[in-house]
Nanobody, 115 residues
Framework: QVRLAESGGGLVQPGQSLRLSCEGS??????MGWSRQAPGQQRELVAT???????NYADSVKGRFTISRDNYANRVYLQMSSLKPEDTAVYFC???????????WGQGTQVAVSS
């Protein structure tokens, strides 16, 4: 059974930082990443990282967010800095099966940026 478990969300003030973590189990994953969904908006893919470490970011977070992963621990991280109110959303962990076209999503963790 595949499981993606996120942690690290919370409430912060603008300009502060947060680190999200996601632990995957049940598969070997190729690409892992994070997406987010704000109320009333479509889900946005925020950042992805391949197994060898190639990273891609949405323009809205470039220079502020950093994605990393630990292949041995099947974990992916999202370091978020200089947070803005518009970063407020539920953040979902994402993973693609390395041996099939299947994709998986976690349950989400809430990030709120407000003064």
């Amino acid at each position: 059974q595949v499981r993606l478990a996120e942690s690290g969300g919370g409430l912060v003030q603008p300009g502060q930082s947060l680190r999200l973590s996601c632990e995957g189990s049940g598969r070997i994953f190729s690409t892992m990443g994070w997406s987010r969904q704000a109320p009333g908006q479509q889900r946005e893919l925020v950042a992805t990282i391949t197994r060898p470490g190639v990273r891609n970011y949405a323009d809205s977070v470039k220079g502020r967010f950093t994605i990393s992963r630990d292949n041995y621990a099947n974990r992916v991280y999202l370091q978020m800095s200089s947070l803005k109110p518009e970063d407020t959303a539920v953040y979902f962990c994402y993973a693609r099966d390395a041996l099939s076209p299947d994709e998986y999503w976690g349950q989400g963790t809430q990030v709120a940026v407000s003064s």
